[in-house]
């Protein structure tokens, strides 16, 4: 009974100090005008970009003192300039210039990052935002050949390489040098990469 007095006396004083301690942190930073970051421009949660026009990722956040603003991988290390491929400015950007297809690397531009901005009264992190470039290629898509029998529905399918299938949206179809768009009497795009046609007898 004794012990079980003394264990709760002595938790209740742990959560006393405690409580002390966040008491007198919160009076030290108002002395000291601290005031922790707040972000006032988050990066988006996703960002695309082609190799050949490179882009950039913005962060910049408030507090007092001014807070510094650095980039992290997602599991916390922090990012440092690749030459060529990837930079870190002073002003909280992460930018991604322009590069050549054979310079590709995954862990650049295929990864995820996030923003920290630092000061005297604490820390805030940004959502995470995942970055993929994608590189300009060549590519062909197919139509494989489709029975169906007179009166009845033929449905086509746009084949479109998976390395660029994210990336690529089927905007028209085409029968001989005619372009068949939504809405014709007898097709209809049904999804991105599908059409219906009703074959009819040849006049």
């Known amino acids: 009974m004794l012990m079980a007095l003394l264990r ?16 007198l942190t ?8 601290l005031q922790a970051p707040v972000l006032v421009q988050e990066p988006p949660a996703r960002l ?9 990722v913005s962060c910049a956040a408030r507090g007092s003192p001014p807070p510094d603003v650095a980039w992290q991988h ?7 300039a690749v030459p ?6 002073g002003n909280g950007t992460l ?4 590069f050549r297809a054979e310079d590709y690397r995954e862990e650049v531009h295929s990864a995820t990052y996030r923003c920290k901005a630092s000061n005297l009264g604490g820390a805030v992190l940004s959502r995470d935002v995942v ?17 169906a029998l007179l009166g009845n529905t033929a449905v086509l399918r746009c084949v479109i390489p998976p390395f660029v299938r994210d990336d ?14 939504p809405g014709s009497h007898d097709a209809g795009i049904t999804r991105p990469y599908t059409a219906t046609f009703t074959p009819t007898p040849r006049q």
């Open 168 to 181: 690529v949206s089927v905007s028209s179809w085409f029968r001989d040098d005619t372009i068949i768009l």
């Open 8 to 23: 709760a006396d002595c938790q209740r004083g742990v959560l006393t100090l405690l409580l002390l301690a966040a008491a």
């Open 84 to 89: 060529g491929l990837r930079q870190t400015l």
């Open 95 to 98: 930018y991604f210039p322009p």
């Open 48 to 56: 695309r970009f082609s190799n050949s026009t490179g882009s950039q």
């Open 74 to 80: 997602a599991d916390g290390s922090p990012v440092t």
């Open 26 to 33: 919160d009076m030290c930073r108002g002395q000291l005008g």
């Open 131 to 147: 970055v993929r470039a994608v590189v300009r290629q060549d590519y062909e898509v197919q139509v494989y050949r489709a029975h």
